[in-house]
């Protein structure tokens, strides 16, 4: 199922760590519109700037798989709001949020990846943490 143009809901819920144990990561209907809106207004905007893939490491987590990847109680991932993407320079990454000047909820800024949030345009908090 396509979420976007380049942004499908295999790739959002698809965890090495859950079919390793054997977790069913199946996100219900309105995670699955959680995980479209996060797709619609952060995801799309920044490939199309890029011009290049996005590697979505974590995108949906059912609490069970939140829990065996030492995620949050109160992680986004769990309402299909937030998104994982590997890359060298996760800074890049936030700089091209801030030059489309795209809403966000959170990034929080990792040595090897960037958590991306979107909860809604109204609520977000464009607020950047920085973990590396």
Known sequence: MNLTKNFTLNEMVNSEVGRRLKIANQ?????????????EHLLQPLRDA??????????????????????????DHTHGRAVDITTDNPMAILAWVCRL?????????YKRFIHL??????TNRNQVILKA
């Open 27 to 39: 996100p219900n209907a309105q995670q699955i519109e959680n995980l479209k809106i996060l797709c």
């Open 50 to 75: 890029c011009g290049q893939p996005l590697s979505i490491s974590s995108g949906y987590r059912c609490r069970k798989l939140n829990e065996a990847v030492g995620g949050s109680s109160s992680s």
């Open 117 to 122: 949030s979107y909860r809604d345009k109204d």
């Open 101 to 109: 000047n795209l809403s966000f909820d959170q990034a929080i800024i």
